[in-house]
């Protein structure tokens, strides 16, 4: 005999009983046009180069990521970051090639516009520490300390030279204060009140940004600490988000992501702009080494993590597994 409200009453399991069944009631859905792609562009070079710490992606030539920019937006992609990696003959203490019209990085925004228009958002990192010969994020004090207001001025003439190139949106991630509020000025008294600012505006000092030394062929003497926020605080965050939103931020983004998962949802609570979150060279890293060596499955960890930082509030990821990951999809 059928005993009704016999335990469990409850029975969640039953809505998860078949693929199409948990495919329904998904709360949270991945969709090609929530990726953005991270693309480094170096200068002088004939062949694409491969990263060796992240096996799969490589600095590019200026044709192949063109290439790689087409098929993003046939993947259904919706941005791409573009990364510029000039010879080390031409860094120097001010990054000067980060502000000249025929640097790589802005010669790369005009490739990319060219080949693709409007079809991908193209996106430029606007930060010295690709373009100086000690690798920080700005200019350098005579006590060796990165001077932040001098920096910003530097910033205010990347942020014109880049929008001139033609791309649609600046990412300063170089964590000046002031950067954002600095950067609007310049773009809106040149002309390009219609370019916007994804702001990094939670950029932590994190051990995972390791591999991306590699991909940028970086300089860097010293570390970040002074001006990248301490992994160990959440509240910080909030003031950083407050002071780029009333600075003009038009979009705001967490870096790392995956570590920081707690970060990204507090932010997304607070805002009403979208939010990106950016899973760096190190969480891809882990990923293909332990997928290299048998440890997992490859695909399902990439959708998985890429998964929980929809579900943690991004709208936005950007991925080094952008274009395979929006196939799949």
């Known amino acids: 005999m059928t005993k009704y409200g016999s335990f ?174 600095v950067i609007r000025d310049a773009l809106d008294q040149t002309g390009h009140e219609d370019v916007s600012i994804l702001a990094y505006t939670v950029k932590y000092s994190s051990a995972f940004f390791g591999p991306f030394r590699e991909a940028v062929g970086s300089s860097l003497k010293g570390d970040r600490k002074t001006y990248q926020q301490d992994p160990a605080n959440l509240r910080e965050s909030l003031r950083e988000l407050a002071l780029d939103l009333e600075e003009g931020a038009d979009m705001v983004m967490v870096k790392p992501a995956l570590p920081y998962l707690d970060v990204l949802a507090k932010i997304a609570d607070e805002v009403d702009v979208p939010v990106a979150a950016y899973q760096i060279s190190g969480e891809y890293a882990m990923v293909e080494a332990a997928a290299e060596k048998g440890w997992i499955d490859r695909d399902k960890a990439i959708l998985e993590t890429l998964t929980g930082i929809k579900r943690a509030g991004a709208n936005m990821i950007l991925t080094y597994w952008a274009t395979e990951a929006a196939r799949g999809l």
């Open 8 to 181: 469990p009453g409850a029975r969640p399991r039953r809505l998860r009983t078949t693929p199409a069944m948990r495919r329904m009631v998904a709360e949270h859905r991945l969709h090609p046009a929530d990726l953005i792609l991270p693309a480094f562009v170096r200068e002088g070079i004939s062949e694409p180069v491969p990263i060796s710490a992240m096996p799969g992606v490589v600095q590019h030539t200026r044709d192949t990521l063109r290439k790689a920019a087409v098929e993003a937006v046939e993947a259904g992609v919706g941005g791409i970051m573009l990364f510029g990696v000039p010879e080390d003959a031409k860094k120097d203490a001010a990054g000067t090639v980060g502000t000249d019209p025929d640097g790589i990085l802005q010669v790369a925004i005009r490739d990319v516009r060219a080949e693709v228009g409007d079809d991908l958002v193209i996106m430029s990192d606007l930060c010295l520490d690709e373009y100086t010969d000690h690798g920080h994020c700005g200019v350098l004090d005579a006590e060796g300390r990165v001077d932040n207001d001098a920096t910003l001025e530097r910033y205010a003439e990347m942020a014109q030279v880049q929008a001139d190139a033609g791309v649609h949106v600046v990412g300063p991630s170089g964590m000046m204060d002031g950067q954002v509020g």
